[in-house]
């Protein structure tokens, strides 16, 4: 497998501190005309962006992050 060039990216993971899942989640559904599926994990709420994990080489996915006691959060210092 290629590390890093034209067929691959360097950046294969992303994650997006929100601090209203819900509306987060409209507000990317609704621009990207898409469907995210929500799964709670280590007390952390996630939103998936669609992937394909068959299809992983040179693909950028990520999620929405939630966590009610303010571990993540959005901001200047995250």
């Known amino acids: 497998m290629e590390k890093i060039g034209e067929k691959t990216n360097a950046l294969n993971w992303f994650e997006i501190p929100v601090n209203d ?20 994990m280590n007390n952390i709420n996630m939103a998936f962006f669609p992937f394909d994990p068959e299809m992983q080489s040179g693909k950028v996915s990520g999620a ?8 993540i959060k959005p901001g200047s210092d995250g």
């Open 21 to 40: 899942m819900k509306r987060a989640k409209k507000f990317y559904e609704d621009i990207l005309e898409i469907s995210m599926q929500e799964h709670e």
């Open 64 to 71: 929405l992050t939630y966590s009610a006691n303010g571990d």
